[in-house]
């Protein structure tokens, strides 16, 4: 913290800082330093306490509260009030309500000082806040009776918000989905992330197919749902020189100083006027600009440094799964690691234990390699601030830390050139040295004369240049390791992670299966569906959607054909709201009595959305090869894609090209259209995802075996009654464990089988013509341009023809068959909504509840703590 020191205390005896004096949460009570006991701090007690608002939740009350915040935070007035500004007047009224929970969360966590969590997470993707914030206060109904008495849509207004797009994808969303659990379930955890001024980049998708890239400048109209901190700030340093002096420890100084300053985002709990933190950095430059240069005439030189600073939380990278060095990228990364455990620190500083107690009061979890610089800075902070030894400051940093891996793709792993760590963090670089000699040699002893295993293992990659792995810094360092599915987490212990098993044991690498929330991923984007729910259960709403196992209780109504037809109205509902969005932003219009077939997600060459095209290319041409009258016999399908590729990611764009392409020729052709239609939905976000999943279904996850870590949207369709088709990977595996097999359509080879194959591709290739003559017809067909110039695509096609690093020709025909077994799955209409019952009814492991207990228990050791 930035401080200044009153020259007249000099030489005086420190004073110490009275508890809770000003706690950065903006706590209004205090405690007696003698007695311990509650004290009011200033002023008169009942003026204050005469000030304070409670909460009024009935009609007339919250119309008020609108109306007043039109007037006044708005200074707006009705005549011209627009959806956006009723918007903003909604956010603010509820946002009173957040707030005045939220006092009373940080309140209580003040008085009682039970052990935190910390989820540090360079991504956060929490998508919209206002209708989530309704329903986990319980105010829906409330505000939208008050909205229609101002004459306003609460849906629409709804609408009017922007996205919170700081996240690319499942990691980014898994985090935000923790935070509602964790809220839920009254637990103590905040998260830390940066404040990006632009998040996730909005895709255009032009006439020729190319993905465009625009900013997402969402911050651009004021954000009502992010408080301001600036009394919490930071300083954070950069580059500089590290000098070793006694005792093992260093001075780091000199270099780039920069400011973080917090923005709290409330974390409302469903249910619970628990309401937790997400704190948010946003760096910004320690001096404004250079008033020398500014003197002398040079403009650019004045203000260089000042935009360097702020330059660090200006943009989201939207790469996944790329390691990549550039320097701004870890600049953010440690910027937010520095930040974030100077805050966490002076919170529990507060508590006037000993430093060594640190782990009895802090757990932080690493939400992947992102984070991994907090271990050399705790251990910079331990030695070098506070004086502990090399021995005691590792004991703590190896009890603090929790590691969660989310990808095993060897091209995934992190890891950043000796070189530029040195420059920018000369004392982090020495630290990760020293960490890495003592390890070694404790490698050695036990594994005497093995110099294969200390090469893997260390957290230097030999090489030109050198690197430091951040996996490896992050199991070294981490109390416990966790991956995010059974059969991932099995595959970090047997590869990525397997000598560090045989080091540790396998007791310190477990598995946390992935959730989500039901309160977003159900009640939320499905309200019909959750309306049947709750009738059907005959439970109060907040029943089941607090133990999401309770689904369960609606197989006794599977056979039950009232609810069959409800079930599917549903459905059938949700697929007209899909359809008018479709329509409103695409101008095309779907047929709403057709099965929707949808693969949504980021564009990876794993992910295999070319499979998916490749099938719907087969589909037509099979269809254009039969008669009239066979025709009448086929399902008709609307197939839908949505999903944003890395800016830099050739191949990737060149899947988008192909598909917004096929459907142009697709959809025109007045032989098959009845049968067959294509979309390519541009600029896909958690609000997309929301309108999308209900209307589905059936939902693709065909990863290659043993690529995806877990996938989250398959419990998302799931849950919503749509059926999966799938590999065997990830989550997918243990969602067939809960539905039932017969519920789920996999295909394809097994994780086992896919070293064999790459071999094969590699030293013994089979010609497509041989392995699959439907695929390569499809391939052909491609090539001799029916979609289009076909020279186009040749670079996707060989990724295909030539290597087939991810198996679609091993995989393409048993595709094919589990998509008509889909067609003869739902000619039978009845069994297929029984299937889609079936499937939601049992999905009640994939509550993120489910996972911030287990978390909870097994890692953090944190309890619960109700507001009073
Ligand atoms: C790393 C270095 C430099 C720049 C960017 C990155 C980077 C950014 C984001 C690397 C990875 C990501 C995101 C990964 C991700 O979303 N993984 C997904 O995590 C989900 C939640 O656990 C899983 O369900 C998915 O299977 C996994 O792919």
Same mark, same amino acid.
């Given at each position: 913290? @930035?401080s200044?020191?009153?020259p007249k $205390? ?6 110490k800082p ?7 949460t ?10 311990g006991?509650e004290?009011?701090p200033?002023?008169?007690e009942e003026v204050w306490?005469?000030g304070?608002?409670g909460?009024d939740?009935?009609?007339p009350?919250i119309s008020k509260?609108?109306?007043n915040?039109?007037q ?6 009705a ?6 500004g009723?918007?903003?007047?909604a956010a603010? $009224?509820?946002?009173d309500?957040?707030i005045?929970?939220w006092?009373e969360t940080?309140m209580n966590y ?6 935190r969590a910390?989820?540090l997470?360079?991504e956060f993707l929490m998508?919209?806040a206002? /209708?989530n ?6 105010l829906?109904d409330q505000?939208t ?7 306003f849509?609460?849906?629409?207004l709804?609408? &009017?918000e922007?996205d919170?797009?700081?996240g ?6 898994l985090?935000a989905?923790y935070?509602d659990?964790g809220a839920s379930q009254?637990?103590p955890l905040?998260?830390y992330?940066?404040?990006y001024k632009?998040?996730i980049?909005q &895709? ?6 190319? #993905?465009?890239?625009a900013?997402?400048p !969402? ?5 009502? !749902?992010e408080? =301001?901190?600036?009394?919490v700030v ?5 580059? *500089?020189?590290a000098?070793?002096i ?5 001075? !780091?100084?000199?270099?780039?100083e920069?400011?973080a ?5 409330m974390?409302?709990g469903?249910?619970?006027k ?7 950095w946003e760096s910004k ?14 403009y650019e ?5 000042s935009n360097s600073?702020a330059?660090?939380t200006s943009?989201?990278?939207p790469? /996944?799964h790329t390691?990549?060095?550039?320097e701004l990228r870890?600049?953010?990364q440690?910027f937010w ?16 234990k000993?430093?060594?107690?640190l782990?009895?009061y802090?757990a932080i979890?690493?939400n992947d ?5 907090a271990?050399?800075?705790?251990m ?6 506070e004086d502990l030894?090399?021995?005691k ?6 009890n603090v830390f929790?590691f %969660?891996?989310h990808t095993v793709?060897p091209?995934a792993l992190e890891?950043?050139p000796?070189s530029?760590? +040195?420059n ?6 020495q630290?990760i040295?020293d ?6 040699q ?22 030109f =240049?050198?690197?430091?792995r951040?996996?490896n810094?992050a199991?070294?360092g981490s109390r416990?390791v966790?991956g995010?599915?059974?059969?991932h987490?099995?595959l970090?212990r ?6 560090f098993v045989?080091?540790f044991?396998?007791s310190?690498?477990?598995?946390v %299966?992935?959730g ?5 991923w159900?009640?939320q984007?499905n309200p019909l569906?959750s ?7 005959k439970? =109060?709403k907040?029943?089941w959607l ?9 197989l ?6 009232a609810f ?7 459905k059938?509902s ?6 008018l969005?479709i329509e409103?932003?695409l101008?095309?219009?779907i ?15 794993y992910?295999r959305q070319t499979?998916?095209i490749?099938g719907?290319?087969?589909r037509?041409l099979?269809?254009? *090869?039969?008669?009239?009258a066979e ?11 949505a999903?944003?590729?890395a800016?830099?990611y050739?191949?990737a764009k060149?899947t988008?090209?192909l598909i917004?392409?096929?459907a ?7 032989? @098959?259209?009845?049968?067959? +239609?294509?979309?390519?939905l541009?600029?896909?976000s958690?609000s997309?995802a929301e309108?999308l999943?209900?209307a589905s279904d059936?939902?693709?996850?065909i990863?290659?075996?043993g ?14 009654g749509?059926l999966l088709v799938?590999t065997?990977d990830g989550?997918?595996i243990?969602?067939?464990e809960?539905? *039932?097999?017969e519920n ?5 080879h097994?994780t086992?089988?896919? +070293?064999?194959?790459?071999?094969q591709?590699?030293?013994?290739p089979?010609p497509?013509e041989?392995k ?9 067909q491609? $090539?001799?341009g029916?979609?289009g ?8 096609l060989?990724?295909v023809?030539q290597?087939d690093?991810?198996?679609? @020709?091993?995989?393409?025909?048993s595709?094919i068959q589990a998509?008509a077994?889909v067609?003869?799955a739902y000619?039978n209409r ?6 889609s019952?079936?499937?939601s009814a049992?999905? *009640?492991?994939?509550s993120s509840d489910r996972?911030?207990?287990d ?5 953090w050791?944190?309890?619960p #703590?109700?507001v009073a």
């Amino acid at each position: 913290m @930035t401080s200044t020191v009153d020259p007249k $205390s000099i030489g005086q005896p420190v004073k110490k800082p009275r508890r809770h004096q000003r706690s950065a949460t903006g706590y209004l009570g205090d405690i007696d330093d003698k007695t311990g006991k509650e004290k009011w701090p200033r002023g008169e007690e009942e003026v204050w306490k005469a000030g304070l608002r409670g909460i009024d939740a009935d009609v007339p009350s919250i119309s008020k509260s609108i109306v007043n915040h039109v007037q006044t935070s708005l200074a707006r007035q009705a005549y011209n009030l627009d959806d956006f500004g009723a918007y903003q007047a909604a956010a603010y $009224s509820v946002r009173d309500n957040l707030i005045i929970n939220w006092n009373e969360t940080q309140m209580n966590y003040t008085r009682k000082s039970p052990k935190r969590a910390y989820y540090l997470s360079l991504e956060f993707l929490m998508g919209r806040a206002l /209708d989530n914030a309704m329903l986990n206060l319980g105010l829906k109904d409330q505000y939208t009776a008050s909205v229609d008495k101002l004459g306003f849509n609460l849906e629409d207004l709804i609408h &009017q918000e922007r996205d919170a797009g700081l996240g690319n994808g499942g990691l980014g969303r898994l985090a935000a989905c923790y935070l509602d659990s964790g809220a839920s379930q009254e637990l103590p955890l905040w998260g830390y992330g940066l404040r990006y001024k632009y998040g996730i980049f909005q &895709q255009l998708i032009s006439p020729e197919g190319a #993905q465009l890239e625009a900013p997402d400048p !969402w911050l651009e109209h004021s954000n009502p !749902w992010e408080l =301001p901190r600036v009394d919490v700030v930071y300083d954070v340093r950069f580059y *500089g020189h590290a000098e070793r002096i006694e005792g093992g420890k260093a001075v !780091w100084s000199g270099g780039q100083e920069v400011l973080a300053i917090a923005y709290d985002v409330m974390v409302p709990g469903y249910d619970t006027k628990t309401t937790n933190n997400l704190r948010l950095w946003e760096s910004k430059p320690k001096r404004g600009f250079d008033l020398n240069s500014f003197n002398a005439g040079d403009y650019e030189r004045a203000v260089e440094s000042s935009n360097s600073a702020a330059a660090i939380t200006s943009v989201l990278y939207p790469n /996944d799964h790329t390691s990549f060095g550039k320097e701004l990228r870890l600049k953010q990364q440690y910027f937010w690691t520095a930040a974030s455990l100077q805050d966490i620190l002076r919170r529990f500083k507060n508590l006037e234990k000993p430093i060594t107690e640190l782990p009895d009061y802090v757990a932080i979890q690493l939400n992947d390699t992102h984070p991994t610089l907090a271990i050399p800075e705790l251990m910079r902070i331990l030695i070098d601030e506070e004086d502990l030894s090399w021995d005691k400051a590792w004991q703590i940093v190896t009890n603090v830390f929790f590691f %969660t891996n989310h990808t095993v793709l060897p091209e995934a792993l992190e890891k950043w050139p000796v070189s530029l760590m +040195e420059n920018l963090l000369p004392r982090h670089m020495q630290i990760i040295y020293d960490i890495n000699l003592g390890f070694l040699q404790a490698v050695a002893k036990k594994f005497p004369h093995d110099l294969d295993r200390l090469a893997r293992m260390s957290l230097i990659e030999e090489g030109f =240049p050198k690197n430091v792995r951040m996996a490896n810094l992050a199991v070294i360092g981490s109390r416990k390791v966790n991956g995010v599915a059974e059969l991932h987490s099995e595959l970090v212990r047997t590869t990525i992670c397997k000598d560090f098993v045989e080091f540790f044991g396998v007791s310190k690498f477990g598995n946390v %299966t992935n959730g989500i929330t039901p309160r977003r991923w159900l009640d939320q984007c499905n309200p019909l569906l959750s309306q049947l729910i709750t009738d059907t259960l005959k439970l =109060p709403k907040a029943a089941w959607l607090k133990d999401l196992t309770k689904l369960q209780g609606l197989l006794k109504f599977v056979d039950d054909t009232a609810f069959q037809k409800k079930w599917t109205a549903v459905k059938h509902s949700n697929k007209e709201r899909l359809a008018l969005y479709i329509e409103s932003t695409l101008g095309y219009k779907i047929n709403t009595s057709a099965m929707f077939d949808v693969q949504v997600k980021r564009l990876h060459e794993y992910k295999r959305q070319t499979l998916n095209i490749l099938g719907v290319i087969h589909r037509y041409l099979w269809l254009k *090869g039969l008669t009239p009258a066979e025709r009448k016999k086929v399902n008709p399908k609307v197939v839908l894609f949505a999903g944003k590729a890395a800016p830099g990611y050739y191949v990737a764009k060149l899947t988008i090209r192909l598909i917004v392409n096929a459907a142009r020729v697709i959809n025109a052709d007045p032989e @098959t259209k009845e049968y067959l +239609e294509v979309l390519f939905l541009p600029d896909y976000s958690v609000s997309l995802a929301e309108l999308l999943i209900p209307a589905s279904d059936i939902s693709q996850h065909i990863s290659t075996a043993g690529t995806e870590a877990s996938g989250t949207s398959n419990m998302k369709f799931c849950l919503n009654g749509g059926l999966l088709v799938g590999t065997v990977d990830g989550a997918n595996i243990e969602i067939a464990e809960e539905v *039932g097999e017969e519920n789920v359509f996999f295909f394809g080879h097994l994780t086992p089988d896919v +070293e064999g194959l790459r071999y094969q591709h590699a030293y013994s290739p089979i010609p497509v013509e041989q392995k699959s003559p439907g695929l390569a017809n499809v391939l052909n067909q491609i $090539s001799a341009g029916r979609f289009g110039d076909g020279s186009v695509y040749e670079p996707l096609l060989n990724t295909v023809r030539q290597g087939d690093y991810y198996l679609i @020709t091993d995989d393409f025909d048993s595709y094919i068959q589990a998509l008509a077994m889909v067609d003869e799955a739902y000619q039978n209409r009845t069994e297929w909504i029984k299937k889609s019952i079936n499937t939601s009814a049992r999905m *009640g492991k994939f509550s993120s509840d489910r996972c911030i207990i287990d978390y909870a228990q097994e890692y953090w050791n944190i309890e619960p #703590q109700k507001v009073a």
